[in-house]
């Protein structure tokens, strides 16, 4: 079994980007910039807007991260993308999910200038991904496209099953993976909660993209031998034994599945740090859209 390290690949990424932001600075040309709105004090959210901020100073990025009450309105919100929109300094900017009840998730996400959406879940971005067009990929599907390339797993003409049919994971995974791209020209199966007998379609699998958010869904006895397991889960479980009160867990069970993987993610370590890296290559792609 081989783990797919997603912590290490993300650094060789980050380092590929830090190389390419000196080289600009060199020849004088502009420093990518991304922002991030976070509305609210979820603690998950902001853990992983923190660490995207972070990755941006490490590699030499400018960030500018921009925090909202819980009671913030929509048009609030919607005036703050506006303002991100017309700034000419900003390359791309992300507004972190999940939002507050009282804002309408999709009328923020259509507010974003597709030229900016380093995200990827504006409409147009959306449509020409779908299209196989140049566009932002969503970047937790790009990082995960990514992984299985730099660890040269064959997908072309492989049963893949997509669990959980999000329009952050799930969907857009089943598209780019049914490409004729490079890391592409799979047969896949996207599941979902109506699916009926799961469990005999995910042992048919030569690739399990895990993605539905339940701790541990998947176990030994879903899988055959062999199996490339990706685990985009990461769920809190409260943890009496641990400091902070909770452990992070996938949407795999690790220990069962690994017996008869060949290659699988940890998690953390594994799709996690791939994301925020292709968020990165996007927002460097933004910048350089712009040369
Ligand atoms: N919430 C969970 N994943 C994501 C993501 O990739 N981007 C944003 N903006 N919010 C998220």
Redesign the pocket.
């Known amino acids: 079994m081989i783990l797919l390290d997603g912590k290490k690949t993300s650094l060789d990424i980050k380092q590929e980007i830090a190389v390419e932001v000196k080289s600009r600075k060199e020849k004088g040309l502009k420093i990518p910039h991304l922002a ?1 709105i976070i509305v609210g004090s979820d603690g998950a ?1 902001m853990t ?1 807007v923190n660490s995207k901020v972070k990755s941006c100073q490490q590699i030499g990025f400018n960030s500018t991260l921009i925090e909202l009450p819980e009671e913030t309105t929509e048009e609030q919100l919607l005036h703050e993308i506006d303002a991100l929109n017309k700034d000419k300094d900003i390359d791309g900017f ?5 939002l507050p009840k009282q804002i309408d998730e999709q009328k923020v996400l259509m507010a974003v200038d597709p030229d900016k959406d380093v ?1 990827g ?1 504006h409409p147009v971005n959306v449509g020409k991904m779908t299209l196989d067009l140049p566009a932002f990929l ?3 599907p790009a990082g995960i496209m990514e992984l299985l390339e730099r660890y040269d797993i064959e997908t072309s003409g492989k049963n893949v099953v997509v669990i959980g049919r999000s329009h ?2 799930g969907r857009p995974m089943s598209i780019l993976l049914s490409q004729k791209r490079k890391v592409g020209n799979a047969t896949v199966t996207l599941t979902h909660s109506r699916t009926k007998d799961l469990a005999s379609i995910t042992r048919e699998a030569d690739i399990v993209v895990a993605a539905l958010g339940m701790a541990e869904f998947l176990t030994g006895d879903m899988v055959k031998e062999g199996v490339t397991i990706i685990d985009v889960g990461i769920t809190r479980v409260p943890d009496a034994t641990k400091k902070r009160g909770y452990r992070l867990a996938g949407d795999v069970h690790f220990e069962s599945v690994s017996e008869k993987a060949s290659y699988i993610t940890p998690v953390p370590g594994g799709v996690g740090p791939m ?1 925020i890296a292709m ?1 990165l290559t996007n927002t460097l792609q933004a910048c350089q859209n712009k040369d």
């Open positions: 991030a959210s992983y992300i507004v972190q999910l999940p995200d879940f969503p970047a937790t952050i994971v994301t968020l």
